[in-house]
């Protein structure tokens, strides 16, 4: 570390990525950690922020966690890790709830949560507040972020990389670009949480800012990476010349709609038995 740059705060745990997967970890800590919140926009941009179909969980009476696996390992095509699905659906119903006891408004009908229907699950198990979900997330987790005195914001602060130490390359802080000055921030514990890199791609439905930071940050300093090939690529955005391809919702699909190609042909029954 440079010695003219002086160490300008130090925390118990460092969050990188003030998307849902940041503000969820931050809000997941402990009270009494002091936690850093660092995000290279402001905390209101992230993909999170632009998610629109919803969130599927098997939360309804007529729905269960093992029917909600099934479905997910029939749309993984065989390449879901079982435990990973698993966790995933057993974990899905308590994390929800979680976000319901924060007052997110997911839309409702006279019996209770609204469900929906989207591609792949064989029953309407997807909570959504209209097609704006991820707005709905973000200003819910941003709001509960905001009453945490423990946890302190840097917004508009690029993270370069994890400050190592030289002996042991064990990470000790990051690296962060403020108002155009280096600083160092100092904590044991260091969350990458930087979201997706589509913008890698020559067409992507990302943000701008998905530009897959974390990855190289974690390459960079000797971290493992894997499963590098799963990139999500959304099957259905607006494709106008000079415009951004905004995605079109899945609930489309879900509700009815079905993909074709130039010459009226279903072709992704093509690919998978599954898929419309
Ligand atoms: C249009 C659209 C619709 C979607 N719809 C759905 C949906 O209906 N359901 C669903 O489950 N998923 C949906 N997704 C996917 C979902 O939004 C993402 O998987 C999810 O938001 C990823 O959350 P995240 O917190 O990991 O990353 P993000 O929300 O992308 O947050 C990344 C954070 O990291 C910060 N960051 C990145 N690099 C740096 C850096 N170098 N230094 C500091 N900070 C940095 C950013 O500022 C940001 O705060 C959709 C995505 C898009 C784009």
């Given at each position: 570390?440079?010695?003219?740059?002086?160490?300008?705060?130090?925390?118990?745990?460092?969050?990188v990525?003030?998307?849902?997967?940041?503000?969820?970890?931050?809000?997941?800590?402990?009270?009494?950690?002091?936690?850093?919140?660092?995000?290279?926009?402001?905390?209101?941009?992230?993909?999170?922020?632009?998610?629109?179909?919803?969130?599927?969980?098997?939360?309804?009476?007529?729905?269960?966690?093992?029917?909600?696996?099934?479905?997910?390992?029939?749309?993984?095509?065989?390449?879901?890790?079982?435990?990973?699905?698993?966790?995933?659906?057993?974990?899905?119903?308590?994390?929800?709830?979680?976000?319901?006891?924060?007052?997110?408004?997911?839309?409702?009908?006279?019996?209770?949560?609204?469900?929906?229907?989207?591609?792949?699950?064989?029953?309407?198990?997807?909570?959504?507040?209209?097609?704006?979900?991820?707005?709905?997330?973000?200003?819910?987790?941003?709001?509960?972020?905001?009453?945490?005195?423990?946890?302190?914001?840097?917004?508009?602060?690029?993270t370069l990389g994890l400050?190592?130490?030289?002996?042991?390359?064990?990470?000790?802080?990051i690296?962060?670009?403020?108002?155009?000055?280096?600083?160092?921030?100092?904590?044991?514990?260091v969350?990458l949480?930087t979201?997706?890199?589509?913008?890698?791609?020559?067409?992507?439905?990302?943000?701008?800012?998905?530009?897959?930071d974390g990855v190289a940050i974690a390459w960079r300093s000797?971290a493992?990476?894997?499963?590098?090939?799963?990139?999500?690529?959304?099957?259905?955005?607006?494709?106008?010349?000079?415009?951004?391809?905004?995605?079109?919702?899945?609930?489309?699909?879900?509700?009815?709609?079905?993909?074709?190609?130039?010459?009226?042909?279903?072709?992704?029954?093509?690919?998978?038995?599954?898929?419309?």
């Amino acid at each position: 570390m440079p010695t003219s740059i002086p160490i300008a705060d130090c925390f118990d745990v460092l969050i990188v990525g003030g998307g849902a997967a940041g503000l969820y970890a931050a809000l997941s800590l402990p009270g009494d950690l002091r936690v850093g919140l660092i995000t290279k926009e402001a905390l209101s941009l992230s993909a999170s922020g632009w998610a629109q179909g919803g969130i599927a969980v098997a939360l309804d009476s007529s729905d269960s966690p093992a029917l909600h696996a099934k479905d997910t390992i029939v749309a993984g095509n065989g390449l879901c890790e079982p435990e990973a699905v698993q966790f995933l659906v057993e974990q899905a119903p308590a994390q929800v709830k979680v976000l319901l006891e924060m007052g997110i408004a997911f839309d409702r009908t006279a019996e209770g949560l609204a469900f929906t229907l989207e591609a792949a699950h064989s029953r309407p198990r997807v909570l959504h507040s209209a097609d704006t979900t991820g707005r709905a997330l973000i200003q819910t987790l941003t709001h509960q972020v905001w009453q945490r005195p423990n946890i302190k914001v840097l917004a508009q602060a690029f993270t370069l990389g994890l400050w190592t130490r030289p002996q042991t390359s064990s990470c000790q802080g990051i690296c962060v670009m403020v108002e155009g000055e280096i600083r160092w921030l100092r904590a044991p514990t260091v969350i990458l949480a930087t979201g997706g890199g589509g913008q890698v791609y020559a067409q992507t439905t990302n943000p701008e800012l998905s530009t897959g930071d974390g990855v190289a940050i974690a390459w960079r300093s000797g971290a493992q990476l894997r499963d590098l090939e799963f990139f999500q690529f959304h099957p259905t955005a607006l494709t106008v010349p000079g415009a951004p391809h905004f995605l079109i919702s899945e609930a489309v699909r879900g509700e009815g709609a079905h993909l074709l190609d130039s010459h009226q042909h279903r072709f992704m029954f093509d690919y998978h038995l599954w898929a419309n």
